[in-house]
């Protein structure tokens, strides 16, 4: 399948000309991908794997959630690749000897769930480029005269081969900035850690009657850096932590703290490209889904992007994006942002970031069906986790196998039932998934389905 067979690539408008809201538009699969394709694509995310100077600060997924985790992510940036025109960047497999002279082997990305993307038409023959560090990947680059289209800051070090510059990252990404970015931001004070006093917690717990947020740099501590405080015990022993590991590892000092805000909690994802005052393509509105910790991210469910609710978050959308573009006018790519939607109406953005998402590889596919299938619903749900009975070793032609025609492209735009990987970690055997049904209700019944063929 070729996914540019179809070129749909008008966007629709969501108000009239005169509308204060008026930049606010429907993307297209085909506009998305062209967007990008002037640059290649790295979603290689958050591990001190590729670079040995994060170790400490950012942990390798690997560490967190055990062999092979940190080869997921990276396969979701297939989904945002135009098959002729631009390159992913994905994890190959190194040796490499270490202090105590004992040879590690890194493993690589499941090329069989590489082989499965390219024979379903969403990533070129000649597309990927393996690398197995970012020194190597930024040398590629210099070589090829090419510029990367990034998921994670590289460093200052990249500014001259990357779509968005150091500086751009940390302010966009970092809770510490977002009152810099938007009028939106919630009540929030930034402190420096090393001078932070119980006074202070009293103050903005309301002498522990609210919960506190407390939030680190993101752009060093990623969704790792955010913590939920009850009482002044936890305030003080996390206080502490923090110290410790910021003069471990040089990290910035300032942390923010944030009282607890009762909204329902959402989330919106749009594009932006390189003109000034041009369409804000709005590419996802969602639920997000918390997890039982208050804090980690357990993924959305994705909402039609109606006008109503594009006049509820919209100026907020507007300003945010018209905030970052005063910063850098240069600023390029998707723009996510978690906010909450407070009973009164009104909207309180407190987590923006330059970069995709998890949800992005699924509003893509979204597109991708949409583009084939005009006027037909469909609805994506992603990270559904499925551990493959057969264990470490299960490679992903071998879960295609068992999907049978629930893995076919060509039976997936027929019937509206369908298995897209979002990621495929082979090392421990197991996958996140993406599913395709007509409505949200027929997920479940679905799933079961699903299962029972890989079980």
Same mark, same amino acid.
């Given at each position: 399948?070729? @996914?540019? =067979? !179809?070129?749909?690539?008008? %966007? ?9 809201? /008026? ?15 002037? +640059? ?50 994905? %994890? ?23 082989? +499965? ?7 070129? $023959? ?36 990357? /779509? ?14 977002? !009152?810099?970015?938007?009028? +939106? ?18 103050? +903005?717990?309301?002498?522990?009657? $609210? ?10 501590? /990623? ?13 003080? =022993? ?59 991210? /357990? ?19 507007? #300003? ?28 309180? &953005? ?57 893995? #076919? ?10 298995? &897209? ?16 049904? @007509? ?17």
């Amino acid at each position: 399948m070729n @996914p540019l =067979a !179809h070129n749909r690539n008008t %966007p629709t408008r969501f108000f009239p000309e005169a509308s204060p809201l /008026a930049r606010l538009t429907a993307p297209t699969y085909q506009g998305l991908l062209s967007a990008v394709a002037k +640059y290649d694509v790295s979603f290689i995310f958050n591990t001190s794997k590729f670079d040995e100077t994060r170790q400490g600060v950012r942990n390798c997924y690997s560490e967190l959630h055990g062999p092979g985790a940190e080869l997921v992510m990276p396969l979701s940036a297939v989904y945002i690749t135009d098959p002729r025109r631009n390159s992913v960047y994905l %994890p190959a497999e190194y040796h490499k000897r270490g202090s105590d002279g004992q040879e590690k082997i890194y493993p690589g990305i499941d090329l069989t769930a590489i082989g +499965y993307l390219q024979s379903a038409g969403f990533l070129g $023959k000649d597309s990927p480029i393996y690398v197995s560090d970012l020194v190597s990947l930024k040398q590629d680059l210099v070589r090829r005269n090419r510029q990367v289209y990034n998921i994670d800051d590289y460093g200052t070090g990249f500014d001259d081969v990357t /779509a968005n510059r150091q500086d751009q990252f940390v302010r966009c990404n970092s809770k510490e900035h977002v !009152h810099t970015l938007t009028k +939106y931001a919630p009540e929030q004070v930034i402190l420096n850690v090393f001078e932070v006093t119980k006074e202070q917690y009293d103050a +903005y717990s309301g002498r522990g009657e $609210k919960v506190l947020y407390v939030k680190t740099c993101n752009t060093e501590n /990623a969704s790792a850096g955010v913590w939920r405080v009850e009482n002044q015990r936890e305030f003080e =022993a996390l206080v502490e932590k923090i110290r410790t590991n910021t003069k471990a590892h040089n990290l910035s000092p300032l942390i923010v703290l944030q009282p607890e805000i009762l909204g329902v909690n959402k989330s919106f994802q749009v594009f932006i490209s390189l003109e000034q005052g041009a369409d804000i393509q709005v590419v996802a509105l969602t639920n997000q889904i918390i997890g039982p910790d208050k804090v980690s991210y /357990a993924g959305n469910i994705n909402l039609p992007i109606t006008k109503e609710r594009l006049e509820i978050i919209g100026p907020a959308i507007i #300003d945010l994006v018209d905030g970052i573009k005063r910063h850098d006018p240069n600023t390029f790519g998707f723009v996510m942002c978690d906010y909450f939607e407070l009973p009164d109406g009104r909207v309180t &953005l407190f987590d923006p970031g330059l970069r995709p998402t998890g949800n992005t590889p699924s509003a893509m596919a979204k597109l991708w069906f949409e583009q084939y299938q005009p006027g037909r619903e469909v609805t994506l749900t992603n990270f559904v986790y499925f551990s493959h009975p057969t264990g470490a070793g299960t490679t992903y032609d071998q879960v295609v196998k068992k999907l049978g025609s629930l893995a #076919d492209p060509e039976q997936i735009l027929k019937t509206s039932f369908g298995v &897209l990987p979002w990621g495929h970690n082979h090392i421990a055997g197991n996958s996140l998934f993406m599913f395709l049904t @007509p409505t949200a209700e027929e997920v479940p019944a679905f799933r079961e389905q699903v299962f029972s063929k890989l079980s």
